[in-house]
T-cell receptor
Framework: DAGVIQSPRHEVTEMGQEVTLRCKPI?????LFWYRQTMMRGLELLIY????????DSGMPEDRFSAKMPNASFSTLKIQPSEPRDSAVYFC??????????FGNGTRLTVT | AQKVTQAQTEISVVEKEDVTLDCVYE???????LFWYKQPPSGELVFLIR??????QNEISGRYSWNFQKSTSSFNFTITASQVVDSAVYFC?????????????FGEGTQLTVNP
């Protein structure tokens, strides 16, 4: 049974460039979450979806961040334009109802 | 709002020692879940346990045990006879039963280093 799959594992980009992170949740899960991990702020929730519908995006830091879930098996998190302070590890996680979250391996983003 | 506090930023022990990781939480809700996740050096987040706020029974799984006390709003995690492979960052987290899905509020994490 495949877990949550994130791509790419590592992304290095220059300030001002567009960055797109991708996530494939576990099949059958109806919730999808995007978290960001930094040394300063720890693990913080950015946005989550239920049945492909965004429920709460209050954690999205700025309008430069956007997330979509066009179908039950795919989600993207886009940063445009990227800035050095966006450097972090971005985790995608999925769950079925209130069952525990399963996390992907994360995408380590470095913006120079 | 919910809050999870892990006061121990870093703990260092020698192999075979027992170690307890502290977790204190705040919530006004009466129904909630508490979690522990492990983040090894490779970076992934691994689910360890979930407890329901109605179930204060302690739990043991091999060398791991958890002590849940509502009276002190604590959910502590003990590793018995620690091993080098236990070295990781451990996160305590909380989610509300009433809200949608397992929306987690994480603590700051405790870096555990087990030395040979």
């Amino acid at each position: 049974d495949a877990g949550v799959i994130q791509s790419p594992r590592h992304e290095v980009t220059e300030m001002g460039q567009e960055v797109t992170l991708r996530c494939k949740p576990i099949s059958g899960h109806d919730y999808l979450f995007w978290y960001r991990q930094t040394m300063m702020r720890g693990l913080e929730l950015l946005i989550y979806f239920n049945n492909n519908v965004p429920i709460d995006d209050s954690g999205m830091p700025e309008d430069r961040f956007s997330a979509k879930m066009p179908n039950a098996s795919f989600s993207t998190l886009k940063i445009q334009p990227s800035e050095p302070r966006d450097s972090a590890v971005y985790f995608c996680a999925s769950s079925f109802g209130v069952l525990p979250l399963h996390f992907g391996n994360g995408t380590r983003l470095t913006v120079t | 709002a919910q809050k999870v506090t892990q006061a121990q930023t870093e703990i260092s022990v020698v192999e075979k020692e027992d170690v307890t990781l502290d977790c204190v939480y705040e919530t006004r809700d009466t129904t909630y879940y508490l979690f522990w996740y492990k983040q090894p050096p490779s970076g992934e987040l691994v689910f360890l346990i979930r407890r329901n706020s109605f179930d204060e029974q302690n739990e043991i799984s091999g060398r791991y045990s958890w002590n849940f006390q509502k009276s002190t709003s604590s959910f502590n995690f003990t590793i018995t006879a620690s091993q080098v492979v236990d070295s990781a960052v451990y996160f305590c987290a909380l989610s509300l039963v009433e809200t949608s899905g397992s929306r987690l509020t994480f603590g700051e994490g405790t870096q555990l280093t087990v030395n040979p």
